[in-house]
């Protein structure tokens, strides 16, 4: 089993950066790609960003992928998304996911372990 716990998640105003952090603990990480989703309220959760463990290829959602960047770190087991100009509409419960076998998936089916999630909340 692969536990994934994200931290960094904060109140923030418009304009304002955050980078977030997943770090990946139990058995050794077989994941092929960490994923960012992010849920706000009323909502689906929804795709953000994801990175390919192994050779860091990446993959955005339209509105986020001129302010976002996904990175990890193979040697921590952890994947960070760095935000800038963050804006009001970016406010939600981001969660780290990983897949075992779906590369750059976009879709929530596609990832098999998921974090709790941190709130982010962006004041106008």
């Known amino acids: 089993q692969v536990q994934l716990a994200e931290s960094g998640g904060a109140l923030v105003q418009a304009g304002g950066s955050l980078r977030l952090s997943c770090a990946a603990s139990?058995?050794?990480?077989?994941?092929?790609?960490m994923g960012w989703f992010r849920q706000a309220p009323g909502k689906e959760r929804e795709f953000v960003a994801t990175?390919?463990?192994?050779?860091?290829?990446?993959a955005y959602a339209d509105n986020v992928k001129d302010r976002f960047t996904i990175s990890r770190d193979q040697a921590k087991n952890t994947g960070y998304l760095q935000m800038n100009s963050l804006k009001p509409e970016d406010t939600a419960i981001y969660y780290c996911?990983?897949?075992?076998?779906?590369?750059?998936?976009?879709?929530?089916?596609?990832?098999?372990?998921w974090g709790q999630g941190t709130q982010v909340t962006v004041s106008s």
């Open positions: 139990g058995r050794p990480i077989t994941s092929v790609s």
């Open positions: 990175i390919t463990w192994r050779t860091g290829f990446v």
């Open positions: 996911a990983c897949a075992t076998s779906i590369l750059l998936g976009r879709s929530t089916a596609q990832y098999d372990y």
